[in-house]
């Protein structure tokens, strides 16, 4: 038999935006369909009008461009199994509901609200099912006659699926292993609805699958006791032999480890919990995002791979191409993974450093004219990128790393003057100044050895006039290497400063 191409989708419903653990859904689909050659589908799973929020949508495949995560067919991107949103799909699910009620399967059910409730009052953990549906209002206990009545009255109805009870069924999960679960445990599920002729998440979901001729179904854990209903689906609808391999991701941890990780986690230790910065409709709510909060996509990913997977090594920083590579979806942790937020800037550094100086300049330059920088040289911010991007996480973090290459201290740290400003500073600044004055080119080791022969031929206090120095420069006694600050500073630069200093520090 020839295998079959393997189809992924990538399947969330529009009632928000996209939560962090659903980001790591679709990257797990994405990753084992490129790995196999297979196709990567988007389905906008939107059947339940009520919850739907609108720019959710937009938001999901906003997201996920950003991450570099393609979809080879789906909703914006077309595809022969179109259409991808089920809102579109109306008229298909009717057919299947049809063909359960006609061969006994599903049933039609009148009980409304107001009697349901009652019912939950007059018996103990009540579930519709086979030990309740004789007692209820349904085409099972009332006659066909009377059945066509109630819906030609225009009686709201739902179509329930017929569970059998007693029966072990068994779901097979890639990650799990078998998952069996006894049938007298569901209840008669509701599969469609007359109100808005449109079919609940669990019909629509494998009738989809089934006809987008999805071959793997990776989604989350909490998904899994859904998995034995769509199981016996599958059977009842005849496609059984073409019934998906199921995979179901183990859940994303607070940081603590304890419970399901949740945008309250994010608000409480600040860091984001979705892709990209989310403005509620509603109520005006601003979450942050990851993109808005500075993490390049690559870091997102990487960080995010590994919540749940390990390549069985220690190697942490992988490329997409590394990660399609080496994913292993049986290999997916059993157990939650812990959101360690701290490792996701650990991640941001790491690809940080791996950029060029040119192009962190270039995203830093906003950083420079938010701040009122105008005249920019590029060489010179490249400069200044090399020097001190091994200090931050974040470009925005450059700002505090090396805005006084920008701009001349205006005022010098109290702490650092007590400490690092000595009696003779300003006479070694002084001759430091004429030290300077006709020496070229300037660069940093030129520079570094003409000033410390200096020294040494005058017996001179290395540290105290590096201290110093550093003071004068940089307005503390932070920075880069005091050369490479000289050099980049120019020697023009570098004099005023000294000569500021001088005139501003005790004397
Ligand atoms: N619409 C479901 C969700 O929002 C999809 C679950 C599945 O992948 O089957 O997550």
Redesign the pocket.
């Known amino acids: 038999m020839i295998p079959k191409k393997v189809r992924v989708r990538f399947?969330?419903?529009p009632t928000g935006p996209l939560h962090i653990g659903?980001v790591r859904t679709a990257l797990y689909n994405y990753l084992f369909a490129k790995q196999h050659n297979g196709d990567f589908i988007l389905r906008i799973?939107d059947t339940d009008s009520q919850r739907f929020v609108p720019g959710a949508e937009e938001y999901i495949i906003e997201a996920l461009s950003w991450l570099g995560l393609r979809f080879d067919e789906g909703v914006g991107f077309g595809g022969d199994k179109a259409p991808y949103r089920q809102s579109e799909r109306k008229a298909i699910y009717k057919e299947y509901i049809d063909q359960l009620h006609q061969n006994g399967l599903a049933y039609i059910a009148f009980d409304t609200p107001e009697e349901l409730e009652k019912k939950r009052g007059e018996i103990a953990n009540f579930q519709y099912d086979a030990s309740t549906r004789m007692q209820m209002r349904n085409s099972l206990t009332l006659s066909p006659e009377a059945t066509n009545k109630l819906i030609e009255e225009g009686h709201q109805y739902v179509y329930r699926i017929k569970i059998e009870p007693n029966e072990d069924i068994r779901v097979n999960d890639l990650i799990r292993g078998e998952v069996v679960i006894n049938s007298s445990v569901l209840d008669d599920k509701v599969l469609f609805k007359s109100a808005d002729q449109l079919p609940t998440?669990h019909l629509a979901?494998i009738v989809d699958d089934h006809l987008m001729e999805i071959t793997h179904?990776i989604?989350?854990e909490e998904?899994l006791p859904s998995a034995p209903l769509h199981v016996l689906l599958y059977r009842y609808l005849g496609w059984s032999d073409t019934m998906p391999h199921f995979a179901h991701l183990s859940l994303l941890l607070k940081p603590e480890g304890n419970g399901k990780l949740s945008k309250r986690d994010g608000d409480r230790l600040g860091f984001p919990v979705f892709p990209l910065e989310w403005k509620d409709p509603k109520t005006g709510d601003i979450s942050s995002g990851y993109r808005e909060s500075g993490y390049f996509p690559e870091a997102v990913i990487n960080f995010l791979a590994l919540l749940g997977w390990n390549p069985g090594n220690d190697q942490e920083l992988m490329s997409m191409d590394e990660l399609i590579n080496l994913f292993d979806l049986t290999h997916c942790s059993k157990s939650g993974a812990k959101f360690d937020y701290e490792k996701g800037k650990w991640f941001n550094h790491q690809y940080l450093q791996k950029k060029s100086n040119k192009e962190i300049a270039e995203l830093f330059i906003p950083v420079l004219q938010a701040h009122g920088i105008t005249s920019i040289n590029m060489e010179q911010v490249e400069k200044v990128v090399g020097l001190t991007k091994e200090r931050v996480n974040f470009v925005k973090e450059l700002w505090d790393a090396c805005s006084f290459f920008f701009m001349a201290p205006e005022s010098y740290d109290e702490k650092t003057v007590k400490k690092r400003w000595k009696e003779d500073s300003p006479a070694m600044l002084t001759e430091l100044i004429h030290i300077l004055q006709n020496y070229e080119p300037f660069d940093s080791p030129g520079t570094e050895e003409h000033v410390k022969t200096w020294i040494e031929e005058k017996g001179y206090h290395l540290g105290n006039i590096m201290n110093a120095t550093r003071l004068a420069l940089v307005g503390e006694g932070k920075g880069p290497h005091i050369f490479d600050i000289t050099e980049t500073l120019g020697k023009e630069e570098t004099i005023r400063r000294l000569r500021q200093a001088i005139d501003r520090l005790p004397h």
């Open positions: 399947a969330p419903s659903g799973e998440y979901n179904v989604r989350g998904w």
